[in-house]
Every structure is written in structure tokens, then in C-alpha cells.
């Protein structure tokens, strides 16, 4: 596997774990007038994976469904600090905001890595809306109560 699939491969896996950590957040803060928001974030990876699986699959013969164990760890302590903490919304938007981070570190990464156009201008349309996405959630993390 090249360095470019691999980083791919990565990225999805880490797009893959936002929409599991966005989707179980909406349920956890159900009511908050979040919904909306966390829909949002997981309808932009939805979009990226969509433009990243047929590529994928053009070049290896399969998608990537999986997720990164770090990613769910770091959903499932989420889910701890959320129990025991007073403001649930804030300790999901603070750890959101934190996913946001590491996503756009591992698109940069991916970029990096990529060699052949296609994946280039997806990875860069990609970039866009995921900025967007961290300088959304970095904002609420600010606003939040």
C-alpha cells in the first residue's frame, strides 16, 4: 500500500469516527438545540466520504468502514466526562472541537501524501469544509455555558 492510500485510508477512518461521535453526541444532547450543528458536521464528512470512497475503491478493489481505535476512546471518555461533569454540552463541544483538530491535522497529512490529481483536488475541497467545520465548533466552544 502507498503512502498516499494509506493516508487516505487514515482520513476516512478519521471522518468515519466524527460521524459516529457527532451522531451519538446528538443523541446525548438531545434537546440542547445542537442538533442541528452536530447534523451539519456529520453531513460535511458524509460529503467527504462520498468523494473519497470511489476513488478509493477505484484504486484498491474496496472502502474503508472502519474507525481508529483513538477515536473511539476518545468518545468513550467523552462519554465518562459527560456523566460526571455539570455541563454535559460544553464537556461534547470542548471534545467536538478537539475531533475538529485532529481531523484537519490528518486531511493536511493526507495532502501531503498525495500524488495523483484526483485525490489532490478532493483533498482539497475537503480541507474547505472541514476549516469551516473546526472554525464553526471552535466558535461554539467559546459560546458555550
Known amino acids: 500500500m502507498t503512502n498516499e492510500?494509506?493516508?487516505i485510508r487514515d482520513l476516512i477512518k478519521v471522518l468515519n469516527d466524527g460521524v459516529k461521535f457527532y451522531t451519538d453526541a446528538k443523541v446525548e444532547l438531545s434537546g440542547s438545540g445542537y442538533e442541528a450543528v452536530f447534523q451539519e458536521m456529520i453531513d460535511v464528512r458524509q460529503n467527504?466520504?462520498?468523494r473519497l470512497q470511489p476513488l478509493l475503491y477505484a484504486r484498491e478493489g474496496e472502502v474503508?468502514?472502519?474507525?481508529?481505535?483513538?477515536?473511539?476512546l476518545h468518545q468513550a471518555y467523552t462519554d465518562l466526562l459527560a456523566k460526571i461533569k455539570s455541563n454535559k454540552a460544553k464537556t461534547y463541544i470542548v471534545q467536538l472541537e478537539e475531533l475538529e483538530d485532529r481531523t484537519l491535522e490528518c486531511v493536511k497529512k493526507a495532502q501531503a501524501e498525495a500524488v495523483s490529481v484526483d485525490f489532490t483536488i478532493a483533498l482539497n475541497y475537503i480541507l474547505i469544509s472541514m476549516q469551516e467545520c473546526?472554525?464553526?465548533?471552535r466558535s461554539l466552544k467559546r459560546n458555550v455555558a
Open 134 to 137: 473546526h472554525n464553526r465548533m
Open 64 to 72: 474503508e468502514d472502519d474507525q481508529t481505535l483513538r477515536g473511539s
Open 48 to 50: 467527504a466520504l462520498v
Open 5 to 7: 492510500i494509506s493516508a
